[in-house]
C-alpha cells in the first residue's frame, strides 16, 4: 500500500502540468454540467408551479366585441352560453370550470389598474364574461380549446400556455445547449485524462513490464494510475461543487429569487442533486479512461 | 549445499514443464515459429536451450510465460494447464518463475536492495519478509555488502547478480534465464554459471537459452536444441555442438 501511495504522488509530481490541465478542465465541465441539471430542475419547477396556476380562458362576446362568432351590438345570448357551458363540463380533459361575470371582471380590471390612468376608464357594461377553466393535465389543452373556439357566442379562447410554450422552448434549447456544451467537454476531459494515464503508464513502461513478470496482479499495476485520475477528477469535482454552490447562493438566493419573486426557485436540495450528479460523473471520468488507457500495458 | 538457498517450493516429482505437440504459428505468418514441440523438463533440473536467433528459442520461452499462447497442442508449467489458465491466474503462474535477461532490466535511479524488494513488494509481500528476504537473497549472490548502491554503479556482472537476486527472492521452482551471460566477458559468466548452478543444486529447476558454446560445453548438463522452430536435438550431458 505504501508503494501504491508513494507511486501515485510521484506520477502526479512528474505530470503536474497534465495534472493541473485535466483538474481544470474537469472543473469547467463539471461546473457546465452541473449548471445544466440546476437550469433543467429550475425549468420543470417552473412549468410546475405556473402550468398549475394557469387556466384557460374563454372570453364571451359583448356589444363592442367583434368576431366571427359574435352578432355586432349584441351580448351572447343565455342559449349560446349554456350551450358553452355545457360542452366544457362535459369535455373530460376539464377539470374545473369558473364563471366570471362581468360585475366580477370589473372588479378584477380596477383591482389590477388601481392608481393608474386606466382607473376608471371603463364601464361595467364593456367588460367581457368568461368562462375559466383548469385542465386535469395542463399540458392537454388542444382539444378543449378547440372545442369551444368556433362556438357562436365565444368572441376569444385566450391561452396562456401558448405563450408559455414558447418561453419553455426556448429554456428547453438554453437547457439542451448546456446539456451538449457541458458533454463535449466532459468527452474532452475524458480524453484528456486517458491521455494524461497513457503518459504516465508510458513513463513506468519499465516497472510495468517487471511487474507483470513478477507476477504483480493487474489491479496493483492499474491502482496507481486509477488512483491518480481519480484525484485530479475528485479535485475537479470538488471545485465544481464549490462553483455551483456560489452560483447558487449569489445568482440564484441573492438575485433572481429576489427579483421574480413570483416563480418557484430551485433550492439547496436541489443544488444537492446536482452535485451528487457531478460526483459521479467525475467517478466515472476517472476510471473508464484510465481503464481503457492502460489496457495495453496490462494485456497478459 | 549454500545454506542460505533451499526454501524453494517443492514441487511434485516429475515435470514441471511440459510441451505436447506444440506449434506455434504467428498471426500473418506462414511458417510456424515453433513446431510439432514434444518436451518434458523435470524438476531440479538444469537445461540449456540453444539454437541460432530465429529457431524458436524466444518464442520457446514465452509460450511458458504465457506471454503467448500456442497455436495448437498443450502447455504444462508448474502443474497448471496454460491453455486451460484464465488471465486472472497468469500472475500466479509467473509467481512460480524467476526470469533473467540478457539487458538486466533493472530498475535504474534505484538501490540494489529497492531493486530486489520491488519483487516483493509488487506481490504484495509483507514488509517483515521483505526485510529478512532481500538482505538473505543479496548475500546468496555474493552482492551483501552492496545493497546501498545505485545499480547503474555496479558492473555488468554486478547488475546480472541483481537480476538473478530478484528473479530468485520470491524463492520460484522455476528460473528462466535468456541469454544470461551475452553481455558479459568469459570471466564474468562464469561467475554467473555457477551461481544459476547452485541455485539449481538447491532444487530449482534451470532453463537458460544461450548461444554460449563455452558455457554450454562447460557445464555438461541436458542440451535441448531448436533449428528453425524444430526440436533437432535432445540430449542428457550434451555440448553446444555436435562433436
Not at chain 1, 497513457?198 to 513490464?209: D, N, P
Not at chain 2, 563455452?214 to 548438463?221: A, E, G, I, S
Request: charged share 20%; aromatic share 6%.
Amino acid at each position: 500500500m505504501r508503494y501504491t501511495l508513494s507511486e501515485t504522488w510521484s506520477g502526479i509530481k512528474s505530470n503536474i502540468s497534465m495534472t493541473i490541465a485535466v483538474i481544470v478542465t474537469m472543473w469547467v465541465s463539471l461546473s457546465l454540467f452541473g449548471a445544466g441539471l440546476l437550469a433543467y430542475q429550475q425549468v420543470e419547477l417552473m412549468k410546475g408551479g405556473w402550468y398549475d396556476k394557469i387556466e384557460i380562458s374563454v372570453f364571451l362576446c359583448n356589444a363592442d366585441s367583434t368576431g366571427d362568432n359574435c352578432t355586432p351590438g349584441e351580448d351572447v345570448t343565455e342559449d349560446e352560453k349554456a350551450a358553452i357551458e355545457q360542452t366544457l363540463r362535459e369535455n373530460p380533459e376539464v377539470a374545473e370550470v369558473h364563471h366570471e361575470t362581468k360585475e366580477e371582471a370589473f372588479e378584477e380590471f380596477q383591482k389590477a389598474f388601481a392608481g393608474t390612468s386606466m382607473e376608471g376608464t371603463v364601464t361595467v357594461e364593456q367588460m367581457q364574461e368568461s368562462y375559466r377553466i383548469k385542465l386535469v393535465d395542463p399540458e392537454q389543452y388542444e382539444g378543449v380549446v378547440s372545442a369551444v373556439v368556433g362556438m357562436p357566442g365565444v368572441q376569444a379562447v385566450q391561452d396562456l400556455r401558448e405563450v408559455l410554450d414558447r418561453l419553455f422552448e426556448w429554456l428547453g434549447l438554453l437547457q439542451w445547449g448546456t446539456v451538449i456544451a457541458s458533454a463535449l467537454l466532459l468527452l474532452a476531459a475524458s480524453l484528456q485524462i486517458a491521455n494524461t494515464i497513457r503518459m504516465a503508464a508510458f513513463a513506468r513502461r519499465r516497472e510495468i513490464g517487471i511487474m507483470r513478470l513478477v507476477g504483480a496482479s493487474n489491479f496493483y499495476i492499474m491502482l496507481p494510475f486509477l488512483l491518480e485520475a481519480l484525484i485530479s477528477a475528485l479535485i475537479g469535482a470538488a471545485l465544481a461543487c464549490g462553483t455551483l454552490a456560489l452560483g447558487m447562493q449569489f445568482l440564484i438566493r441573492q438575485k433572481a429569487q429576489v427579483l421574480i419573486q413570483a416563480s418557484p426557485w430551485i433550492g439547496w436540495q436541489h443544488a444537492g442533486l446536482a452535485m451528487g450528479g457531478v460526483a459521479i460523473v467525475a467517478i466515472a471520468l476517472a476510471i473508464i479512461p484510465t481503464l481503457v488507457a492502460t489496457r495495453r500495458y496490462l494485456r497478459v | 549445499m549454500h545454506p542460505l538457498i533451499g526454501g524453494a517450493a517443492a514441487l511434485d516429482s516429475g515435470h514441471v514443464i511440459r510441451f505436447q505437440d506444440v506449434t506455434k504459428t504467428y498471426e500473418g505468418q506462414r511458417r510456424a515459429a515453433l513446431r510439432n514441440i514434444d518436451v518434458e523438463i523435470e524438476a531440479e533440473e538444469f537445461v540449456f536451450l540453444v539454437g541460432t536467433s530465429g529457431s524458436g528459442k524466444s518464442t520457446f520461452l514465452r509460450l511458458i510465460l504465457r506471454e503467448l499462447r500456442p497455436s495448437s497442442g498443450s502447455i504444462h508449467v508448474a502443474g497448471r494447464d496454460l491453455n486451460r489458465l484464465p488471465s486472472w491466474k497468469v500472475p500466479g503462474l509467473r509467481r512460480q518463475i524467476g526470469m533473467i535477461f540478457q539487458d538486466f532490466r533493472l530498475l535504474p535511479g534505484k538501490t540494489v536492495y529497492d531493486n530486489v524488494a520491488f519483487a516483493l513488494q509488487v506481490i504484495g509481500r509483507p514488509r517483515r519478509e521483505i526485510r529478512s528476504k532481500v538482505p538473505e537473497t543479496l548475500e546468496l549472490v555474493g552482492l551483501g555488502s552492496k545493497g546501498d548502491r545505485m545499480v547503474e554503479e555496479l558492473s555488468g556482472g554486478e547488475q546480472q547478480r541483481v537480476a538473478v537476486a530478484r528473479a530468485f527472492v520470491n524463492r520460484p521452482p522455476i528460473l528462466i534465464a535468456d541469454e544470461p551471460t551475452g553481455n558479459l566477458d568469459p570471466a564474468t559468466s562464469v561467475g554467473i554459471m555457477k551461481l544459476l548452478d547452485r541455485i539449481n543444486r538447491a532444487g530449482t529447476t534451470v532453463l537458460m537459452a544461450t548461444h554460449d558454446s563455452t558455457v554450454v560445453d562447460q557445464m555438461r548438463k541436458r542440451v535441448i536444441e531448436l533449428d528453425d522452430g524444430e526440436l533437432v536435438r535432445d540430449q542428457t550431458k550434451g555440448v553446444y555442438g555436435y562433436q
